[in-house]
């Protein structure tokens, strides 16, 4: 199983950017998708997860800023990100969990300048 991740980039304070995820070879759906992001100097955390039911989940920092869908094709999420903030500069890393395996993304720089 292989993830594409496109999106990223340098965004201004208070800007938008969206995140895609996109999972190819295999043929079960994703019990959870998520993105999880490390800035230098500090620990990993979890982003935002949406399960197969569509539960989702955000880090609080995020909550009311970060949307997390699920597309219409198998196996894609998107990461709407708005109002960012130079403290969301990080490398955003897409996690997908199928049935016990787990798959990460090669991760995409996301950076906001003030």
């Known amino acids: 199983v292989q993830l594409v991740e496109p999106g990223g980039g340098l965004v201004q304070v208070g800007g938008s950017l969206r995140l895609s995820c996109a999972t190819a070879?295999?043929?079960?759906?994703?019990?959870?998708m998520a993105w999880y992001r490390q800035a230098p100097g500090k620990q990993g955390e979890l982003v935002a997860s949406?399960?197969?039911?569509?539960?989702?989940n955000y880090e609080d920092s995020v909550k009311g800023r970060f949307t997390i869908s699920r597309g219409n094709a198998k196996n894609t999420a998107y990461l709407q990100m708005d109002s960012l903030k130079p403290e969301d500069t990080a490398v955003y890393y897409c996690?997908?969990?199928?049935?016990?395996?787990?798959?990460w993304g090669q991760g995409t720089q996301v950076t906001v300048s003030s």
């Open positions: 949406i399960s197969s039911g569509g539960s989702k």
């Open positions: 070879g295999s043929i079960l759906s994703a019990n959870v």
């Open positions: 996690h997908v969990r199928i049935t016990i395996r787990q798959y």
